[in-house]
């Protein structure tokens, strides 16, 4: 478990814990069921890989089970037991496909807070049960196409717009693309050009194969020639990412700024690179959320601090940690929106349709799932959170660079700034 910065104070603690959701018990991956049972319980399951090297996310099962226990200690949610169920999806089209399989089974009313890449595998068996699936981590398609899904943060292409719009802010004259050379990867041409635009800022598309282990070429690329107010923006997946950062760390430049998006760079990257010190020194991050400086967090560090296993090692600043805290956060009001209907997967896609908002602590801004709140866009008409965070790497650390958010909706729809933007 990530332990509890200094600056964090006992009182500190204690208040947030006022603020702690009520969950229940807790069951590894593929154990009983019990949703019909006597006592009440409803099943969920959170799902993410495991041991498998660089895509592993075991914090977002963890802190699901930091949860459970958290829940079950106040006494469950509006009358109910909650069974945390967990699955090793394994980074896999299979895993995934077998762990949707076994939320079947279970009969959980939700899959909440996971990750996977494989959205095509596994969303067919959750929309044939009905089964929502509730603030996935954003990687694929269809979490952002799916009738059943229920995205809290507006995915890569948010990121990549808010990156565009820092560094206008910023003063870029020209902004190179470091980006996946994949289908996906030319998509957010597309939504940085947009971005930039307006500003008339000049865009440079730099595709890089994600398997490289020597991104010299592609960081020469970028830099250019060096000139105040060239900047790039990198959008690889995190290993990716250290490499780049290797070759830029190697590579001279003076004039040229930095800047990524959350879940490419976090505070572990920052720190594994040298802080200020390194290639990210000053560099500009957009993000979906407040960075792990903010207050917000001081209630999912306590439900860790009180909660989680004592061998866990949770990143209480990593993307996919905070997006389950958020999707719980958005569960737990729905569940109280009940009012003590029987909770089943139906009932609980009717309140998240209603058009009611469902706040998260001030992690995001209140977030629905109406008609009317829906992205027009073909692409992605499940996407309702569009608004992002600027932050910067200074003192060694991911700070807020302004408070608030900023939505980027009129990037994503082709529109025209807002006055003032």
Known sequence: MTPVPRHRTAASLAAAAVLLPALLSTSACGGPADAASGRGDVTVMTWSPSDTGTADRPGMTELAQAIGRGIDDQGGLAGHQIKVLTCNEHNTADGATACAKQAVDANVVAVIGSYSQFGDSFMPALEGAGIPYLGGYGLSSPEFTSPVSYPVDGGLPALVAGSGRQLVAAGCHGVSLIRPDTPAGDGLVGVLAGALKPAGVKLLDVP???KSTDYTGTAQKAIGDDRAGNCVTAALSPVPTQT?????????????????VVGSVQQSVVDSTGGDGGPLGGAYVTGWYPPESSTVWAPLRTTLL???DGQAQVDDADPGVQTTWVAYQVFQQAIDKLSGQPVTPKALRGVLDSGDQFTTGGATPPLNWGLT??????????LVNTSVTFQQVQGGRLVAQQPGFVDVRWVLTGGKPPAGS
């Not at 760390?249 to 800047?259: E, F, G, N, Q, S």
């Not at 709140?373 to 499940?382: G, I, K, V």
């Open 244 to 260: 780049l950062l290797d070759s830029f760390r190697r590579m001279p430049h003076t004039d040229t700024r930095l800047a990524s």
């Open 306 to 308: 009180k909660y989680a």
């Open 373 to 382: 709140n829906m992205l027009a866009s073909a692409s992605a008409p499940r």
């Open 208 to 210: 890089a194969q994600e």
